[in-house]
């Protein structure tokens, strides 16, 4: 009876070490920093942080995508050969302020999905 035990023990390790592992990874998510007002036509940048427990190749920010004005201006695609370079990273966009912005940014993992969308709004001034 002893061996039937040992043998199941090892056989439910690797089912628990994938649990364990899931256990302690997370959604992608997001922040964003940028000015709250800038000079109208000036070149504003703006840089967003991806935040995600687990980078490996089974389990990774599979994309991060940045809008202004609901008008797509930065997509970045990984996959499980080109993840992102940590847990925690950070792109620029740089864009040109002729009206107020309404700066989106959501990243999604492969296998949780997202936290949802992070918005910030950037007043433009004459």
Known sequence: MTRRKLLFVLMMVPFYSLYARSAFANKSSTSIEAPQTVPKGSETTIRVTVTHKGNNFLHYTKWLQVTANKKEIARWDFSSGQ???????????????VEDLEVTAEAHCNMHGSTGPTTIKISVKE
């Open 83 to 97: 993840r992102p370079e940590a847990e925690v990273f950070t792109r620029e966009v740089k864009l040109n302020a």
